[in-house]
């Protein structure tokens, strides 16, 4: 970030490209965690098995993984605004075919696996194609300011998408929720429409394969951009677990029940929210200090939330947990960006978030060590592993102390 970018009212302000992107993104997002719930809903409603539950939603995931797997190479050779278009379309199509079915009320779960199918093999050349383009929208020097914005766009989505929809639902129903979720897709399609023209830059002769291995290949010969995204995975590692399992602690060590659990999901959406707009703030051009200090903070606040006695003060820190998590993944993000060339902008945004879906896997050993030793005990572990990893990487790593240089 260059102390010269403007501030981010500033850049709202001067650059339409950016005021459309953002509101494409933040209308996108607001869809895809209405999409999350609804499906969850809809799969309950129709089959009142839990088992249900878990495969669309694994089949979901799947999806989305396999589709980022080719995703950057497609936004690596495509004109990204075209291809964004299309993959919106395709989300529509998917959750009209729904809200067709159950207006007739012919809506099967196997309908809805589908529409899950085609749903989530869209999104994710959405998103990464929304990023290949930031850089050409807004230049270097407000990108960090611009990402920042955008990441808390995603956590406005994350904390109020949910709860409204919810509230929606239980008033009217789902076809008035559907309603909803379309009208959102299709507002953000609205955004991606009014956007100039973004071609991909650097085209290859090369096979399909030989760019996607390129785009790994590209990442490992450049050591600061690779401890960037190695970095950026720490935190990821500690808060989705933590998200997926707080129930588990919110039941053991505070005895709060479901509105405990309310609070602290609207406690982590707040966080993210105040972090990403924290880093927009900013106007160190470092991204080693920032990186090191929040995520050695958010590991001594962990340690302190396992042992907290008031609930209150547990909600607070959970705000500081995922503030920090946000500044972190706000600056890898645009440490990695801007370490990029255009060329293969779209694979290194992909194999990035590629990176972070391996996040929930972790959620396992929590789990286990949870019911072994007792959440105290097992978060305790977790901030420690965690300042520890953090600490070792940025004392060892002389790839990761030279991202300052790499990406200014």
């Known amino acids: 970030m260059s102390q010269n970018s403007p501030t981010a009212w500033k850049l709202l302000a001067g650059n339409g490209q950016f005021r459309w992107l953002l509101a494409g993104n933040t209308a996108m997002f607001f869809g895809f965690f209405s999409t999350l719930l609804l499906r969850s809903l809809l799969a309950w409603e129709l089959t009142g098995d839990e088992m249900a539950l878990a495969y669309i939603n694994l089949v979901a995931a799947l999806c989305m993984f396999a589709s980022s797997l080719v995703a950057g190479v497609i936004i690596d050779r495509l004109e990204r605004r075209r291809l964004i278009i299309i993959a919106q379309l395709v989300v529509v199509a998917a959750e009209t075919t729904v809200l067709g079915l ?26 990464p194609a929304r990023t290949a383009m930031l850089v050409d929208a807004v230049g270097y020097g407000p990108l960090g300011r611009a990402n920042a914005l955008i990441g808390g766009g995603i956590n406005i989505a994350r904390m109020a998408s949910p709860a409204a929809l919810g509230f929606l639902i239980d008033a009217s129903g789902f076809v008035l929720g559907y309603l909803l979720l379309l009208s959102l897709h299709t507002l953000s399609l609205g ?12 085209g290859s002769d090369h096979h399909f394969w030989q760019e996607f291995s390129g785009g790994f290949r590209y990442i490992a010969s450049r050591s600061s951009l690779a401890m960037a995204i190695v970095f950026g995975l720490l935190p990821m590692l500690v808060v989705v677990p933590l998200q997926n399992l707080m129930v588990i602690f919110v039941d053991e060590i505070w005895d709060q029940g479901g509105t405990g659990l309310g609070i602290m999901m609207a406690a982590m959406g707040i966080g993210g929210l105040l972090g990403s707009l924290l880093t927009a703030q900013l106007k160190e051009a470092s991204f080693v200090l920032p990186l090191g200090v929040s995520t050695v903070v958010l590991a001594v606040m962990l340690l302190v939330f396992a042992y907290t006695p008031s609930f209150l003060i547990a909600a607070l820190l959970v705000v500081g947990i995922y503030g920090c998590s946000a500044v972190a993944q706000t600056l890898v993000g645009t440490a990695c960006q801007m370490m ?28 286990f060590a949870s019911k072994q030793l007792g959440a105290g005990w097992a978060l305790t572990i977790t901030a420690v592993l965690l300042a520890s990893a953090a600490l070792l990487i940025w004392w060892l790593s002389s790839a990761f102390r030279q991202i300052d240089s790499a990406a200014n």
């Open 191 to 202: 955004c991606t429409v009014v956007l100039r023209q973004y071609p991909a830059k650097g």
């Open 102 to 127: 159950l207006l007739l009320d012919q809506l099967s779960f196997s309908a809805l696996i589908i529409s899950a199918v085609a749903a989530s093999t869209a999104f994710p050349f959405i998103m």
């Open 340 to 367: 990029t060339e255009d060329h293969v902008r779209g694979r290194v945004t992909t194999i990035t978030m590629m990176s972070m879906s391996l996040s929930p896997l972790a959620t396992l050993p929590l789990a």
